[in-house]
């Protein structure tokens, strides 16, 4: 390994490790946000408020146009930035976020009925019209989390993502709720946590950068018209992953009731920790593979995808394993009281498959980053092609097979499913990365096999380790198991020493 692939792993082994850490803290206050707006406002009006925020997050997806990816490109590559500050090549990414996210806030004022009557959901129009600006802020927050992350330097995103911006929806939430805001409450916690956030990404760049270079910042039209050219699949890919990662909200809405779709969010929310520990190495991987990929330096690409889908695959597969018995457990700790026991065991099925997929796409997820600077024309075009795929998969399941709200989730996990494969494939013949290594199967033979040692368990003690009191002992049983599982069977060497080696160093 050369020093420079040495230094990578570090940075992101150092960058993954911080993010991690911030997702426990998110963790921390996710869970009892989700707990606290149920019982407070209920299961419907938690549906829509997902479905709101819905809408304009994926505008400001838009927004952004890919340049929360791509940046790092223009900053790499001298073919861009040969003349320019990075000063220079954020505020132009920053111009065109703010144009694009101006169109958008009116396309979605002037669209609100027309989207109400779609969907027969009158209810949500003025909330949606009244937090629709709100998309601004958050393009030109993602965008300046960006600039911070091109010096591999994380602490500002894990602070901005991780531990303000929830905690302040957290409390915004509480406060504005004894104030009697009553439902508008809600979307007035979620606007004041993103300004929030927006404060603290602005701190990160004042601290990072110029301030006068942003001040003096004139960046040229020919520049902001490469930047377009070159981030428009980006951006539609983006556009199209977040379509289909949010797509469900939708389509349980339109198929099912607002309670239904309350309790397919809270799911969904809940796989949100699935979906973080993936995301904890994406924003420091942009920046270490960027050099790597305009090098054409494939082979170390490889190794850098495989080891992180490694670590991420073992960390998940315990949130996964756990699902297996215990969603509808969850489930019931977390929704309304009289919710039927029929639509909480649906509600676990839910959970279980919505993990699933967050952990193929987490496992493998990450091939689409070589295709964005070497080939982006393909992840636009698969990630449009399985949109259309499960719209089609998740009618076939609710419409014909009478699948109720499970149909939506397993249509999802099957899709994410294709659509890796399909990137594993394109990355594979274009480029020669090979993700189907020995390394990560073993990840998903050890989580099988935990399951089926734990289910042997659940019939040989006198105790019922799946409900009640029983889950105190099973829940931290299945997990031992897991650990035993990964410790003997998918950990190298490697790995084992330098994890003794942290355990000795506390001894000492």
């Not at 054409?296 to 297996?324: F, G, H, I, N, P």
């Amino acid at each position: 390994m050369s020093a420079k692939e040495a230094r990578d792993k570090s940075d992101i082994v150092r960058g993954a490790g911080l993010n991690f850490l911030g997702f426990l803290v998110r963790l921390s206050s996710r869970l009892p946000f989700i707990l606290l707006v149920v019982a407070l406002f209920g299961n419907a009006l938690y549906g829509r408020y997902i479905f709101t925020i819905t809408i304009v997050e994926l505008a400001a997806a838009l927004a952004v146009f890919g340049f929360k990816n791509s940046l790092f490109k223009f900053v790499m590559d001298i073919k861009y930035s040969n003349g320019h500050t990075t000063e220079e090549i954020i505020v132009a990414a920053l111009c065109s976020a703010v144009t694009v996210g101006l169109l958008l806030v009116g396309v979605i004022v002037a669209g609100a009925d027309l989207l109400a009557q779609f969907f027969d959901y009158p209810e949500m129009v003025t909330g949606l019209r009244s937090i629709a600006p709100v998309l601004l802020l958050i393009a030109i927050n993602e965008i300046l989390l960006a600039g911070t992350r091109i010096s591999r330097n994380m602490k500002y995103e894990v602070a901005a993502k991780s531990f303000i911006e929830p905690y302040v929806l957290l409390i915004s939430m509480l406060v504005f709720y004894f104030l009697d805001f009553g439902a508008p409450g809600l979307l007035l916690a979620y606007t004041v946590s993103i300004m929030a956030s927006l404060a603290t990404s602005i701190c990160g760049c004042a601290k990072l950068y110029s301030l006068r270079n942003f001040i003096t910042a004139r960046p040229r039209f020919y520049i902001i018209k490469a930047m377009f050219k070159f981030s428009a699949p980006t951006a539609f890919h983006d556009l199209a992953l977040l379509v289909f990662m949010r797509l469900d909200v939708f389509i349980v809405k339109y198929f099912f009731s607002e309670s239904i779709l309350g309790i397919y969010d809270i799911a969904q929310q809940i796989t949100t920790s699935v979906e973080k520990i993936y995301q904890s190495f994406y924003p420091i991987l942009a920046p270490v593979m960027a050099k790597n990929l305009v090098e054409k330096d494939y082979a170390v690409v490889e190794r850098q995808m495989v080891m992180v889908s490694r670590w991420t695959l073992m960390v998940q597969c315990v949130l996964v394993v756990l699902a297996v018995f215990y969603g509808t457990a969850f489930m019931t700790m977390i929704a309304d009281t009289g919710t039927s026991p029929e639509t909480l065991a649906a509600g676990g099925v839910v959970l279980l498959f919505l993990m699933m997929g967050q952990t193929i796409n987490g496992g493998f997820g990450m091939t689409d980053m070589p295709l964005l600077y070497r080939f982006p024309i393909f992840n636009p075009i698969i990630s449009l092609m399985m949109v259309v795929l499960y719209a089609s998969i998740a009618w076939g399941f609710v419409q014909i097979l009478k699948f109720d709200m499970k149909g939506v989730a397993i249509a999802l996990c099957c899709t994410y499913f294709i659509m890796n494969l399909a990137r594993v494939i394109v990355v594979r013949r274009l480029m020669g990365i090979n993700m189907l290594q020995m390394s990560l199967l073993r990840v998903v033979i050890a989580a099988i096999g935990s399951v089926a040692i734990f289910q042997a368990i659940t019939h040989i003690v006198p105790v019922n380790l799946l409900s009640g009191s029983g889950i105190a002992l099973g829940a931290p049983l299945l997990v031992v198991i897991y650990g035993a599982s990964v410790m003997g069977f998918c950990m190298t060497p490697g790995d084992k020493k330098k994890l003794l080696g942290r355990f000795k160093r506390k001894d000492v």
